[in-house]
């Protein structure tokens, strides 16, 4: 948080070398990194921005975020996300499953939707807690609308490599249709007693939506790179976010664009004292939209379908109903044994090495 001063990351863990992509260059249409942004998301999905200008709308988030979580529980609890699919709103530490076993995660968030946050004072979904209220304006409104502006401009550039007619994965995010997409404050506090340095406070999984816009100070967050079973973390880089991409891009391009598990641990070593923030806006798509691979929009989607397993990529249903499945099945009092997890589960599974 501003104003704290945070032990470095360890010099000493295995890292994951993301690319730095320079959001900058991206606007101003460089070549080299256009091809960079396209290597990073067909080969691991994740990569690191720079240049983006959210840092004002970043650090009033966090503000935002400290002043929401410092409520008392009951308070909180008034706005609780609930156990039928609904993300938006509070969740509590130990909501939800972290693996097929039940175990549970150690983070609390307050997720608040793009409908809300756009639409304000006029409420779209729901209310949030008095100190998102007063913030909405100030800070939450500026932040979904730079993520907004953020994941439409690389979206838009991969839109154009994956062969597409312009605009045409805008037009499945358009910010008027009511979808999923929300900005997400984290919180995980130390607990009593040291915990294992690889227990999830956030279970593996890849992200529900189309790309995601993340803001972390401490580590904690690990991606499984392609091909390997040993998770690595990625290293927190002042001013720099973190991108990735979701199932949503993944099942639109037949698998071309890479949806990464990942996961959340303990920060590690003298970080593991301090309460770990972190700040993320998930673009989804409209919730009408269908999850199917684009294979009659560009003949590379069409080629990489088939190339695919039969059906890998047929979800069958809309976004709106491939997120509330996703949601409710992670929540533990849904739970019934190990399918539950795995009907919450999204693209991952039905890869053939991770
Ligand atoms: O806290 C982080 O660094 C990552 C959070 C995350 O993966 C998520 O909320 O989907
Ligand atoms: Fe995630």
Not at 85 to 111: H, M, P, Q, R
Not at 208 to 216: D, E, T
Request: glycine residues 8%; charged residues 20%.
């Amino acid at each position: 948080m501003p104003g704290v001063s945070l032990p470095p990351f360890p010099d000493d863990l295995p890292t994951v070398p993301l690319l730095v992509i320079d959001y900058a260059l991206l606007q101003a249409g460089d070549e080299h990194e256009i091809q960079s942004l396209w290597k990073a998301a067909t080969e691991l999905g994740f990569w690191y921005l720079k240049n983006h200008g959210a840092d004002a709308a970043v650090n009033a988030m966090f503000e935002m975020g400290a002043r929401t979580m410092k409520l008392p529980l009951e308070e909180k609890m008034k706005f609780e996300q609930g156990d039928r699919g609904i993300s938006f709103g509070y969740k509590f530490a130990g909501a939800n499953a972290t693996d097929a076993s039940g175990a549970l995660d150690s983070v609390e968030f307050i997720n608040v939707s793009k409908d809300d946050a756009l639409a304000y004072p006029t409420v779209v979904h729901r209310r949030y807690p008095s100190t998102v209220e007063d913030y909405m304006e100030s800070a939450v409104r500026p932040f979904v609308s730079k993520g907004m502006e953020v994941n439409e401009t690389l979206m838009g550039i991969l839109n154009d490599r994956l062969g597409l007619p312009p605009r045409t994965l805008a037009g499945l995010h358009t910010p008027e249709e009511h979808s999923g997409s929300e900005a997400r404050c984290i919180k995980k506090t130390p607990e009593s007693q040291p915990e294992s340095p690889d227990k999830p406070a956030i279970g593996a999984h890849t992200d529900f939506g189309s790309l995601s816009f993340l803001h972390n100070q401490l580590g904690g967050l690990q991606v499984l790179p392609p091909g390997t079973n040993e998770w690595k973390y990625v290293k927190p880089l002042p001013g720099h976010a973190i991108c990735n991409l979701g199932d949503a891009m993944a099942i639109f391009s037949a698998g071309i664009l890479r949806s990464n598990l990942h996961r959340v641990v303990p920060p590690p070593k003298a970080q593991a004292l301090f309460d770990r923030w972190s700040l993320v806006y998930f673009t989804r798509p409209g919730n009408s939209v269908s999850l199917a691979p684009l294979t009659d929009k560009s003949s590379l989607v069409a080629e990489a379908a088939v190339r695919a397993s039969e059906n890998q990529y047929a979800t069958n249903v809309t976004a709106a109903e491939w997120f509330a499945r996703r949601i409710q099945n992670q929540r533990i009092k849904n739970r019934k044994g190990p399918e539950t997890w795995m009907a919450s589960r999204g693209t991952e599974h039905k890869r053939e090495a991770n």
